[in-house]
């Protein structure tokens, strides 16, 4: 029943805003965090891994966060299972 009202009711889908990027401010870290979590919980399909997720974040850094993350997938390349890793996967709930 549910079923065949959502198959008549018209949806929109809500275009999501572009975050953008983040280079240190601590001060808009917890926004940028969330606006990250809302995307990829938004986008669940197509990032499906917990790498994937770890991926789309870095690629909206700059600055010293970006020499950072770069740092980070380094290590993951080379199969250096880190403190460090730990830590990104808990920061974004993975």
């Known amino acids: ?6 198959n008549t ?3 929109y889908s809500v275009k999501m805003p572009l975050i953008k990027k983040f280079n240190r401010n601590q001060l808009k870290l917890k926004g940028f965090l969330t606006q ?9 399909l197509k990032l499906a891994t917990s790498f994937n997720k770890i991926i789309y974040a870095g690629m909206h850094l ?5 020499k950072w993350f770069q740092l980070y997938l ?8 880190t403190t460090i890793n730990k830590k990104v996967r808990y ?4």
Not at 62 to 66: A, F, I, Q, Y
Not at 91 to 94: C, G, N, R, V
């Open 1 to 6: 029943m549910i079923k065949e009202q959502l």
């Open 9 to 11: 009711q018209k949806y």
């Open 36 to 44: 990250i979590k809302i995307r990829i919980d938004n986008e669940r």
């Open 62 to 66: 700059t600055g010293k966060p970006l």
């Open 74 to 81: 380094l290590k993951t390349q080379t199969n250096e299972v």
């Open 91 to 94: 920061i974004f709930s993975l």
